[in-house]
């Protein structure tokens, strides 16, 4: 969700952290262009009560304000040395859609962009945040992505980030974040599908340069804690360790854990397939998915690419974020942790020109 302005901003070379609010969790990371790796400054993460927030929206807000200034005080790894901030919101929390359009004035697109969301998105227009991005696909074609986040989310973050002090820039969705970063990746030109699994669910969109089409699965990390612990009648603890050590790899329990997820997993390869095909039939290339991109905290689960593969009949691997950014004298982020870094490292990678 980009800030409006009508006047030249005066500040665009200064740099943004990224704050990535998650189920529980809160990430926060600066990166420093460089010319060959962006170099971290600074990270940190630190637990929350899920309590605190209520279908998106932030509620205990002053509790959580404390909690992410005690992050900073004391739990970061190495320095955030500025105040603007961009942040994300998962997926399921916006809505999004990919039309096209013949060329149009600006003025013209912003009509069309209201006129989609009036019919299409299950919410008063005056209760969201629009916002749209526009690629050439033609000689006069031109697709424009419009994404739309309910106010009372989008609010809750704004006094969130008066209570901490900060300059919020930029929100935008997790997978977008995510996407980057990606970017980097020497296969970062291939049409893929971006697969960021977060503590609720599993945000994912077909990615072709730019997004393109998005979508979500109840197939989020906690969940699949829960189900383990379920059918293995084991705490939560012992189930992260499971998920986290064997997961979908050949283990004694290796059918118990995937009978337990194979409800979830369906609908997530579903999901994904779903995505693929709506790509696939719009293409003016007439271009395949070429793979899948597993992100995110819940994809580190062992076996989960090797499932993906064999079932969706596609190569699909893991991101993992460090291989893009160098630490420079800092201590790297602990391996089982690096994935849940997709969205901090790509909130700070924005430039200012995209920040608005």
Known sequence: MKKTREIPYLFEDKPLFGLDIGHNTVRVMQLDAGKHKPRVLGYG?????????????????????????????????????????????????????SVDFPKLSEKEILAAVQTEVEQYVPAAAESLYIDYSTVQSGKERWTTFIVAMPRRIVDSYMTLCRLLGIEPIIIQTSSGAGAHLFSLDTQGDLPSVLVDFGSDSADITVFDKNPIVSGTAECGGEDIT??????????????TIIKTKYGLSYSKKQKQIESALSTNLTTLVKEIQRSMRYYEERSKSKSAVAQVVIMGGGANMPGLADYLTSTLRIPVRAFDPTHFIEFGRLQPINTSERM?????????????????
Do not use: C, W
């Open 45 to 97: 993460e630190i637990s929350f009560d899920s309590s605190f927030i209520e279908d998106g929206v932030i509620i205990r807000l002053e509790e959580l304000a404390a909690i992410i200034q005690k992050l900073f005080k004391h739990s970061l790894v190495g320095d955030i040395t500025t105040n603007r901030v961009a942040m994300s919101v998962p997926i399921s929390r916006a809505f999004t859609r």
């Open 340 to 356: 849940s870094y997709v969205s901090a490292a790509g909130l700070s990678m924005l430039q200012a020109k995209e920040a608005f």
């Open 226 to 239: 829960k189900l383990i612990a379920k059918a293995l009648g084991v705490n939560q603890r012992e189930a």
